[in-house]
């Protein structure tokens, strides 16, 4: 069993930043593909973001391609998302998700683990 805990979510002004972060127990974390998913009131889960097992990938979604940023720290058992330039319509609760090595796994949605999520509000 792998738990997943996200944190980092908040209130903040549109143009402002956040930084989410989740934290994972359980199965060794650098085996683990690890991304980041979101949904807003009425409307389905959307993929965000995911990084490979080894670091050496990642995907972004278009919606937030070049203002929001994956990365991961093994040695905290962390993988982190840094999101810039929010707007209103980044408004959602963004949930942590894990997947044994498989990334592809990740983009789909079809993940072995899956966080408590952390809710993300943007005011204009």
């Known amino acids: 069993q792998v738990q997943l805990v996200e944190s980092g979510g908040g209130l903040v002004e549109a143009g402002g930043s956040l930084r989410l972060a989740c934290a994972a127990s359980g199965r060794t974390f650098s085996s683990y593909a690890m991304g980041w998913f979101r949904q807003a009131p009425g409307k389905e889960r959307d993929f965000v973001a995911a990084?490979?097992?080894?670091?050496?990938?990642?995907y972004v979604a278009d919606s937030v391609k070049g203002r929001f940023t994956i990365s991961r720290d093994n040695a905290k058992n962390t993988v982190y998302l840094q999101m810039n330039s929010l707007k209103p319509e980044d408004t959602a609760v963004y949930y942590c998700a894990a997947d044994w090595r498989n990334i592809d796994a990740i983009v789909r949605g079809t993940c072995d683990y899956w966080g408590q999520g952390t809710q993300v509000t943007v005011s204009s």
């Open positions: 990084v490979s097992w080894s670091a050496g990938r990642t």
